[in-house]
């Protein structure tokens, strides 16, 4: 038996699947925290980033909800982000009052810059599985995110 193997069924909290899930996220996140701020970016800019890269055009409200941050922390994201010259914020076509952030070349740039470095700190997170075991844990990953129970019981506060 290794080292690992070893503090996984000895260590008092190895049964609790919320503890799990937060050492883990709070080792990949202060990682990739790490490489962003070295493209001038927080790890939450770098998330809205690429949500508004990959999504239609949606409110800032709307992003809010579906990256998991509150609308105050939103909103100052952006900001950052357009301050930055990643985003600009457009007039939102169905209400002519909303603002829908849209990514400029420079926030594309500075994506296609750090995605190496964010896959290669994944990849690192998940060495000690074999590739198979990858791909399963990231497909269960997505249905618990994705879950009716998930779903039903919106965070409070902020993912990251």
Known sequence: MDAQTDALKEHPLSDVLNWLMHRAALSIGE?????CRE???SIRGYVTLRYIAKSEPRTQLEIAREIC?????TTAVIDELVASGFVVREIGSKDRRSRVP?????????????APTIQSI???ALASLAADERTEFVSSLRKIAF??????TPPSGSCM
Not at 31 to 35: D, F, L
Request: no cysteine.
């Open 147 to 152: 879950s009716p129970f998930a779903m039903e």
């Open 122 to 124: 994944e990849n690192d």
């Open 39 to 41: 493209q001038g970016l």
């Open 69 to 73: 941050l509150d609308k105050t922390t």
């Open 31 to 35: 990682a990739e925290s790490r490489a």
């Open 102 to 114: 849209a990514i400029t070349d420079a926030g594309l740039a500075v994506i296609a810059g750090i």
